[in-house]
C-alpha cells in the first residue's frame, strides 16, 4: 500500500515536502517514484530514487526545482518541490518501481495527492 | 524528451477487439523492452496492465496482451467489455534514465 501526503494549495514561488508512507514490501528493494497529472491531463513522470537511495532522476521540466529523498528505515518517500510555479499544479503519485533501479514501469500506485499553485 | 504517440481516442463495440498503438523512438521504446501500459478509470489512480512490453500482471485479465515492433509498441483488448471504458498510457524508459508517457487514449466501449 502507498498512501500520499503533503499536498495543498501553494502561491507561486512557495514549497511543499510531499510524502509517500509504504507498507506491504520489503521497502528497500526496490526504486520508488513520483508521477504527476495536470487536471484533465496525462501522466507524466517526474523523479525515480533507486532502493538504496543512491542514484537519482529527474524530468528536465522539474530539474533544481524538486528533490525526491527516502528513508528505509520508516519506509516512506519524500518530494521537496520547491520554486513552484503555476504548471505545477498536479495530483502526484507515489509508485513503486518492479526493481532496485531501472526506472522501467509502475506496478503500484497511490491514491495521489493534489497540489494546487495559485495566487 | 518528447512524449509518445497514442492515438487520442478508440472505440469498439463489446466482444470485439481494439489495438492501442504507441510510437516512439530508438531511443526508448525501440531500445528496451521496458515498454509499460497503464489503465485509468476517471478520478482513480492508474493500474498496471502490461509491463516489460507483453508479460500481464497477476490479475490482470487475459483480454489484454502487449507487444513491439521496431520503436512502436501496441495494447490489444480482445473480448471488450463494458468495465474495459477508461484512459489507456503507455510508457517507457528511455537512453536517458527517464521514464516518457503517451499522451494517452480514451477507450469508448460502444
Known amino acids: 500500500q502507498l498512501l500520499e501526503s503533503g499536498g495543498g494549495l501553494v502561491l507561486p514561488g512557495g514549497s511543499l515536502r510531499l510524502s509517500c508512507a509504504a507498507s506491504g514490501f520489503t521497502f528497500n528493494n526496490y526504486a520508488m517514484s513520483w508521477v504527476r497529472q495536470a487536471p484533465g491531463k496525462g501522466l507524466e513522470w517526474v523523479s525515480t530514487?533507486?532502493?538504496?537511495?543512491?542514484?537519482?532522476y529527474y524530468a528536465d521540466s522539474v530539474k533544481g526545482r524538486f528533490t525526491i529523498s527516502r528513508d528505509n528505515s520508516k519506509n516512506s518517500l519524500h518530494l521537496q518541490v520547491n520554486s513552484l510555479r503555476a504548471e505545477d499544479t498536479a495530483v502526484y503519485y507515489c509508485?513503486?518501481?518492479?526493481?532496485?533501479?531501472?526506472?522501467?514501469?509502475?506496478?503500484?500506485w497511490g491514491q495521489g495527492t493534489l497540489v494546487t499553485v495559485s495566487s | 524528451q518528447s512524449a509518445l504517440t497514442q492515438p487520442a481516442s478508440v472505440s469498439g463495440s463489446p466482444g470485439q477487439s481494439i489495438t492501442i498503438s504507441c510510437a516512439g523512438t530508438?531511443?526508448?521504446?525501440?531500445?528496451?523492452?521496458?515498454v509499460s501500459w497503464y489503465q485509468q478509470h476517471p478520478g482513480k489512480a492508474p493500474k498496471l496492465m502490461i509491463y516489460d512490453v507483453s508479460n500481464r500482471p497477476s490479475g490482470v485479465s487475459n483480454r489484454f496482451s502487449g507487444s513491439k515492433s521496431g520503436n512502436t509498441a501496441s495494447l490489444t483488448i480482445s473480448g471488450l467489455q463494458a468495465e474495459d471504458e477508461a484512459d489507456y498510457y503507455c510508457s517507457s524508459y528511455t537512453s536517458s534514465g527517464t521514464v516518457v508517457f503517451g499522451g494517452g487514449t480514451k477507450l469508448t466501449v460502444l
Open positions: 530514487i533507486s532502493g538504496s537511495g543512491s542514484t537519482l
Open positions: 530508438s531511443s526508448d521504446v525501440g531500445g528496451f523492452n521496458y
Open positions: 509508485a513503486k518501481v518492479p526493481g532496485a533501479v531501472t526506472p522501467r514501469g509502475f506496478d503500484y
